[in-house]
């Protein structure tokens, strides 16, 4: 990583797994946020892993595009889905790589969200998903939490919280 | 019963704990996943009347005599 990255807060799914892996007391200090995760979730096939800024999962848009080499399906959604968790009925240790990009978060604009997502699954039909998302609210964010849709994020599963200076 | 728990990381400690979710928590994450569920139905369904009307225009485009390779460059 650039020098402009810096890393804030890491943690890592324990073996009784989390339903959500939250991150508070985001300091106020850098330009813009990245969230970087690793996740393997506990259900048979992928869950969804959707985004709760400042503890809010209300008054999020955004587009996305999901292929799996086998079709491709993209589409507009009022909802909060930003990742995934690979599932366990592939094969194990595989985990969904992803990175969220938040600009600007402490801004009294409107926060966007771009999301690149690779479902990893060792197998032909591993899958790629990518989102751009808005948070139609002013308020600076100070929490960030990623929360899985069904089950809870698997051991090992791993969260990293950078803040990026537009300056060393 | 056990209750469903989360990973709480303090950016201004590093300190994590691990808590249960709240009452409201709970009934958000299953308005979530419930909500999820409708999408991915209504994703499902897009993907499967694409992939049948390709399938019958490819068929249409055969009958009138293109080859195999002749659709797909299209």
Not at chain 1, 48 to 58: F, I, K
Not at chain 2, 48 to 67: C, D, I, S
């Amino acid at each position: 990583m650039a020098l402009t990255y810096v890393a804030i807060a890491t943690t890592t799914v324990g073996s009784g797994g989390s339903a959500n892996i939250e991150f508070t007391s985001i300091p106020q200090t850098y330009t813009d946020l990245l969230l970087v995760s690793s996740l393997r979730g506990s259900q048979n096939g992928a869950t969804l892993a959707g985004l709760a800024l400042n503890g809010s999962t209300a008054s999020f848009t955004g587009r996305y595009i999901y292929g799996d080499g086998q079709s491709t399906v993209s589409g507009s959604d009022g909802g909060n889905v930003v990742n995934y968790a690979t599932g366990i009925s592939v094969t194990a240790n595989a985990f969904t790589n992803a990175y969220s990009y938040i600009p600007n978060y402490t801004s009294s604009n409107y926060k966007s969200i771009s999301s690149d997502v690779v479902l990893e699954q060792n197998q032909s039909t591993n899958a790629m998903f990518l989102s751009a998302t808005l948070w139609s609210n002013t308020a600076a964010i100070t929490s960030l939490s990623l929360n899985v849709s069904a089950g809870t994020f698997a051991q090992y599963s791993t969260a990293t919280l950078y803040g990026i200076k537009a300056t060393v | 019963m056990t209750m469903p728990t989360k990973l709480v990381v303090d950016c201004s400690t590093g300190v994590t704990t691990e808590v249960e979710l709240t009452a409201e928590e709970i009934a958000q994450r299953e308005a979530d996943a419930a909500a999820y569920a409708e999408q991915k139905a209504a994703e499902d369904a897009a993907a499967a009347a694409k992939a049948e009307a390709k399938a019958n225009a490819e068929a249409k485009l055969a009958a009138l005599g293109l080859t195999a390779d002749e659709i797909a460059a299209l």
